[in-house]
C-alpha cells in the first residue's frame, strides 16, 4: 500500500494481530554508510486521489530536499482502508489497538515509527479532505499512541484553489499534529489550483526546499497575532464582554487594541498532555463504564423507536 519513489530507503514495520503498536520494533531501520548512525525516518502522508496534484508534489519536493540520508516513505491516505470509529472504546485499554480490521492499525504503526512527518491534504468544500477526518475519528485512543509520537516534527501543506475558500481547513488540519503532541514545522497553505500548478511558481519550490531542509532543525511554526497563540487556530469564537475562545483547543482570552487576541490568562489548552490523557483516558473511559452502568435504562428509553425501521439502502 506505501508508494515508494525509485532510489529512495524505505523502512519495514510488521504489524502482529494481537499485538499492541506501541510493542512492535520497526524492521528494517537502515544505518548510515561508514557509522552506526540510524538514519532518520520520514513518512509523508498524501491525503488526495489525484495522481501528481499539488500535496504530491510538494510532499515530494520538501522529502527530496531534507538533507542527509533518510529512509523515506509515502502513504497515498485514499488507498487505504478507514472505516468509522465504531465507539467500542476497546482501544481506551492500556496495550489496545483498533478492534477493527481495516488499515488503521498498520498507518498507526507508520506514523508511530517515523521520526518526521509531512502531510499534504488539499482544500475541499471550505474544510480539508474529508479522509483526513475519518482518521483523526479513530484516535480516540491517542492515549496509547502519543509517548512514540510526542515532539516529533511535523510538515502540514495544504493546496487550496480559490481565494476565500478556505474556510476551517487550516485549524481543522492541525488537530491531529496537535492530538499527537507533535512539533508543528509549518502549516503552509498554497494557492494552486491545476495538478502539479505550485510548481510553475519558482517561489514555489524554494520555500518547498527550504522546509525540507529545516524539517529537524529548531524552525517551528508560530501563529500569528490574529490566532489562537496555543495552537495556532485562526477561527475564534467571540464571546460576551470582549472575551474570546479558541474553539479547537478551548483557551480563553480576551480582545485587545484592534481585535487583537489576548490569552495571557488561559489556564485551559486541550492539545496540553496533561488534557489529553484527563480528556481520554479519564473522561471517556467514565463514559464507557457509566453506560455499563445504565445500559438497560437506556435500552428501555430506546425501545419505541426500535420498529421505526425507514431505513433506505443502496
Same mark, same amino acid.
Given at each position: 500500500?506505501?508508494? %515508494? ?54 510532499? %515530494? ?23 468509522? =470509529?465504531?465507539?467500542?472504546?476497546? =482501544? ?135 490566532? =489562537? ?19 479547537? =483547543? ?65
Amino acid at each position: 500500500m506505501t508508494h %515508494k519513489i525509485p532510489g529512495w530507503t524505505g523502512w519495514g514495520y510488521n504489524y502482529l494481530p494481537g499485538k499492541f503498536l506501541s510493542e512492535i520494533s520497526p524492521t528494517g531501520r537502515h544505518k548510515c554508510k561508514g557509522d552506526n548512525v540510524l538514519m532518520k525516518k520520514v513518512l509523508g502522508i498524501v491525503i488526495s486521489d489525484r495522481r501528481l496534484g499539488n500535496s504530491e508534489v510538494l510532499v %515530494k519536493e520538501i522529502m527530496s530536499s531534507i538533507p542527509g540520508e533518510c529512509g523515506r516513505e509515502l502513504i497515498r491516505l485514499t488507498d487505504f482502508k478507514i472505516e468509522p =470509529c465504531k465507539a467500542c472504546y476497546r =482501544c481506551l485499554q492500556p496495550h489496545q489497538d483498533c478492534a477493527q480490521k481495516d488499515d488503521f492499525n498498520y498507518l498507526m504503526g507508520k506514523i508511530m515509527a517515523a521520526d518526521a512527518l509531512i502531510i499534504g491534504v488539499p482544500v475541499y468544500i471550505l474544510g480539508p479532505h474529508g479522509y483526513y477526518k475519518m482518521l483523526m475519528d479513530r484516535l480516540v485512543g491517542v492515549g496509547n499512541y502519543i509517548e512514540q509520537t510526542r515532539g516529533k516534527p511535523c510538515a502540514l501543506v495544504i493546496p487550496y484553489g480559490t481565494i476565500g475558500w478556505t474556510g476551517y481547513t487550516k485549524a481543522a488540519s492541525m488537530i491531529m499534529p496537535r492530538l499527537l503532541n507533535m512539533k508543528i514545522v509549518d502549516c503552509w497553505q498554497v494557492h494552486a489550483t491545476l495538478p502539479g500548478e505550485s510548481l510553475l511558481d519558482s517561489d514555489n519550490i524554494e520555500y518547498a526546499r527550504k522546509l525540507g531542509q529545516d524539517l529537524f532543525s529548531d524552525r517551528e511554526y508560530i501563529p500569528g497575532n490574529r490566532e =489562537c497563540c496555543f495552537c495556532g487556530s485562526d477561527i475564534l469564537r467571540l464571546l460576551a464582554d470582549n472575551r474570546v475562545e479558541c474553539p479547537i =483547543c478551548g483557551a480563553k482570552g480576551r480582545l485587545d487594541h484592534d481585535n487583537i487576541p489576548n490569552f495571557t490568562d488561559a489556564d485551559y489548552f486541550r492539545f496540553s498532555a496533561h488534557q489529553v490523557e484527563e480528556h481520554f483516558k479519564g473522561w471517556v473511559k467514565e463514559m464507557k463504564s457509566r453506560f455499563a452502568v445504565e445500559k438497560d435504562k437506556l435500552k428501555e428509553a430506546q425501545k419505541d423507536y426500535r420498529d421505526k425501521d425507514w431505513w433506505i439502502r443502496p
